[in-house]
């Protein structure tokens, strides 16, 4: 379809989740190396955003430090520039803030940034990001699970893609602060009206469904699908997706 609300190069390229990482080499999820990889395979990004103590978007997926860097404690109670002295996973890579990721990606590939959330309507870690993706030359979007997030944004930056991230079932502790109802309601995308989402990232297991299809048909919105892995995972996503976010090989 030609007349979506989303721009091509959104899905123009399969996605990097959380960069071309490989610990194994060296380079870990959500830095700068993985993003110079990915850009060096040919591949768009995703990131994820974690808010600091003074109010800055860092690169990271965790709301805990210690999987990723080996310390106690959460972002949420560091300062930026002490976060930024914390390498990841035994690398020399260190923790960078949004800002200096999108100067080392300087617009060479689509940049996808996911928004954290608690699901408590903090809006302070969506407009940080806001702000400085506003002011960035290059391809971007913005991305969360929370619809709440996703509606603010789309006033906050009308002008730049925004998405929601879903899947079909909601049985992670990351939903445990929602009521049925809540979680009915993003499984079947009724928050649409109030989130105004440009794009949909499902999950890939969670393929075909009637909101992703329905969407793509009648809602001019692409669907990007997460975190395929697999050769089925692959075969799904090219069914009923415009594009994967991969990890663990090479599209």
Known sequence: MTDRLAPGWLTARPIAHRGLHDRAAGIPENTIAAAEAAIAGGYAIECDVQLSRDGEAMVFHDAGLGRLTGTEGVVRERDAADLGRLTVLGSAERVPTLPEFLDKI??????????????????????????????????????????????????????????????????????ATLTEAQRHGLGQLLHVAESRPDFLSWRVDDLPNAATHLCRLLGRMPVMTWTVRTDAQVRLAQAHADQMVFEGFRP
């Open 106 to 175: 300087a617009g060479r590939t689509p940049l996808i940034v996911e928004v954290k959330t608690r699901h408590d309507g903090d809006l302070a870690l969506a407009r940080r990001t806001a702000e400085i993706v506003a002011a960035y030359d290059g391809p971007v979007a913005v991305k969360s699970f929370d619809p709440v997030i996703v509606g603010a944004l789309a006033d906050l930056i009308p002008g730049i893609p925004r998405g929601i991230v879903a899947e079909s079932r909601h049985d992670d502790p990351s939903y």
